[in-house]
């Protein structure tokens, strides 16, 4: 047998293999076209992920983001900037763990998001809303106007 036919005996073996493990969705889709097989070299398709650098934010974007949200008066305007930035879950995780908050693999991004506002807004408000003190910025009612 020749170097050709011997690669060629190969490959269609790993091929057999490799539509032996597919399921009759993934063997429909790609007959029909919807899927393709792609070669990926077998020592990097080996090596760890690493999510950090798979997140659409950097480490040097972190203290901005919570120094913005620090300064925000209201949970609304908290959750409006996290939406806008459009951050995945890996990067709502270096978030939250910036500001030292727990982390489980359990947090969906919405809890994410709750734990980021709560810790960095909502911590706040509540404090001013227990020492009874109000602003025009946290409320429509001041509870210490004089109504007379």
Not at 102 to 119: F, G
Request: proline residues 3%; aromatic residues 2%.
């Amino acid at each position: 047998m020749s170097t050709v036919q011997e690669a060629l005996s190969s490959l269609f073996g790993q091929l057999a293999s490799l539509v032996k493990k597919m399921s009759d969705e993934e063997l429909k889709m790609l007959t029909e076209g919807d899927v393709t097989i792609d070669l990926v070299k077998k020592d990097e398709s080996r090596k760890p992920i690493n999510r950090a650098k798979d997140s659409f934010l950097r480490r040097s974007e972190i203290e901005p983001i919570v120094s913005q949200l620090r300064s925000m008066d209201e949970r609304e305007q908290g959750v409006a900037l996290l939406s806008k930035l459009h951050l995945n879950k890996a990067s709502l995780e270096l978030v939250a763990r910036h500001i030292d908050l727990p982390v489980t693999q359990r947090d969906n991004m919405e809890t994410l998001r709750e734990k980021i506002i709560e810790a960095t807004i909502g911590y706040r408000l509540r404090s001013m809303a227990i020492q009874g003190r109000t602003d025009p910025q946290f409320s429509t009612r001041g509870g210490t106007e004089d109504t007379a």
